[in-house]
């Protein structure tokens, strides 16, 4: 890729930044009052997540110039370091920094992005999301959120439950719709599929809209609810259409994490994925006593992007990628 040097000037306009700076702030005095302690935590690690829906970005690292370079990896989240201060006794923690993702770059995507991560000891997915729909009433400037269930709003668009359709209920659906798509998808790929082109564009118009009780297939970090295996306690949210947030009531059990991150691993080479080695010092700290608790991960660029009303990240952050 060549770069003119005519695009020296930044993405956003200086007031544009200047504006971003005061939202930070109030962000973080969100957090401050309510007796968070902000942490920092690495950003290029020995390992990374293993989700095949999240492409790291690599880095060779070498100590000494006269040395093989070591793979490294700048991370997607602060997640798993953050859980281990969890496990350490950190209590409540926030983070503003950046992450990286491979094959992200749109009007909604950047490979290097501002994420706003928090994690509450003792809380469930339901109790966080109170406390989400706090901060985007203060940013946002609104009064209200609404919510509803995965199965509801598959319900509310297509008359359909997502949990007992069939494959070939799913794939009529999708041509109905006049979407081409693989047909050797499995029923949750199916159904990520319906629910990003065809749901998530709908969500958040009037309201930021909160979806809560997803697949358990989809739990991803988040728990699977005793009282109904089928659904995960894991939440999104959404708002003009666009994802802004991802929060769980966090797993706990270090052997069923280290079963889902094998499961990954095994999707991602039936799909020629980079295999990713597996963070064993975040099983270390599962292992030794994660303290029940629920965390989110927000993007801060596109909150900001709505908050003032921009068509585009680019607009709302100093240099966006095809000016780094």
Same mark, same amino acid.
């Given at each position: 890729?060549?770069?003119?040097?005519?695009?020296?000037?930044?993405?956003?306009?200086?007031?544009?930044?200047?504006?971003?700076?005061?939202?930070?702030?109030?962000?973080?005095?969100?957090?401050?009052?309510?007796?968070?302690?902000? =942490?920092?935590?690495?950003?290029?690690?020995?390992?990374?997540?293993?989700?095949?829906?999240?492409?790291?970005?690599?880095?060779?690292?070498?100590?000494?110039?006269?040395?093989?370079?070591?793979?490294?990896?700048?991370?997607?989240?602060?997640?798993?370091?953050?859980?281990?201060?969890?496990?350490?006794?950190?209590?409540?923690?926030?983070?503003?920094?950046?992450?990286?993702?491979?094959?992200?770059?749109?009007?909604?995507?950047?490979?290097?992005?501002?994420?706003?991560?928090?994690?509450?000891?003792?809380?469930?997915?339901?109790?966080?999301?109170?406390?989400?729909?706090?901060?985007?009433?203060?940013?946002?400037?609104?009064?209200?959120?609404?919510?509803?269930?995965?199965?509801?709003?598959?319900?509310?668009?297509?008359?359909?439950?997502?949990?007992?359709?069939?494959?070939?209920?799913?794939?009529?659906?999708?041509?109905?719709?006049?979407?081409?798509?693989?047909?050797?998808?499995?029923?949750?790929?199916?159904?990520?599929?319906?629910?990003?082109?065809?749901?998530?564009?709908?969500?958040?118009?009037?309201?930021?809209?909160?979806?809560?009780?997803?697949?358990?297939?989809?739990?991803?970090?988040?728990?699977?609810?005793?009282?109904?295996?089928?659904?995960?306690?894991?939440?999104? =949210?959404?708002?003009?259409?666009?994802?802004?947030?991802?929060?769980?009531?966090?797993?706990?059990?270090?052997?069923?994490?280290?079963?889902?991150?094998?499961?990954?691993?095994?999707?991602?080479?039936?799909?020629?994925?980079?295999?990713?080695?597996?963070?064993?010092?975040?099983?270390?700290?599962?292992?030794?006593?994660?303290?029940?608790?629920?965390?989110?991960?927000?993007? =801060?660029?596109?909150?900001?992007?709505?908050?003032?009303?921009?068509?585009?990240?680019?607009? =709302?952050?100093?240099?966006?990628?095809?000016?780094?």
């Amino acid at each position: 890729m060549t770069i003119s040097t005519s695009s020296w000037k930044p993405s956003a306009s200086i007031e544009t930044l200047k504006v971003r700076a005061h939202l930070i702030r109030q962000i973080q005095r969100f957090f401050d009052e309510r007796g968070f302690l902000e =942490v920092d935590t690495p950003l290029m690690c020995s390992s990374t997540g293993t989700d095949p829906n999240i492409e790291s970005i690599s880095a060779l690292f070498k100590p000494f110039a006269d040395v093989h370079p070591t793979p490294y990896y700048l991370q997607s989240s602060p997640e798993f370091a953050m859980k281990r201060l969890l496990a350490a006794g950190s209590g409540p923690t926030y983070q503003i920094c950046k992450a990286f993702r491979n094959g992200e770059v749109g009007r909604y995507h950047n490979p290097e992005f501002t994420m706003l991560e928090w994690y509450r000891p003792d809380w469930d997915d339901h109790a966080l999301m109170e406390e989400v729909a706090d901060l985007l009433k203060l940013i946002l400037k609104c009064e209200q959120v609404e919510k509803f269930t995965y199965r509801e709003v598959f319900q509310h668009f297509f008359n359909l439950d997502p949990f007992h359709a069939s494959i070939e209920d799913l794939q009529s659906l999708v041509r109905e719709n006049h979407l081409e798509a693989d047909l050797s998808l499995s029923h949750d790929g199916w159904l990520q599929l319906i629910m990003s082109h065809f749901i998530e564009p709908q969500l958040g118009q009037t309201l930021p809209t909160f979806i809560y009780d997803f697949p358990a297939s989809q739990a991803a970090l988040a728990r699977i609810k005793p009282e109904n295996n089928l659904l995960a306690a894991r939440f999104e =949210v959404y708002v003009k259409g666009i994802e802004l947030a991802n929060g769980f009531h966090e797993l706990l059990d270090a052997d069923e994490q280290k079963a889902r991150f094998l499961q990954d691993l095994e999707t991602r080479k039936t799909q020629n994925q980079p295999i990713t080695p597996l963070d064993e010092l975040f099983l270390a700290a599962l292992k030794a006593g994660l303290p029940d608790c629920s965390g989110v991960a927000l993007g =801060v660029d596109r909150l900001i992007m709505l908050a003032l009303n921009k068509p585009s990240i680019d607009q =709302v952050i100093s240099f966006d990628f095809l000016k780094s």
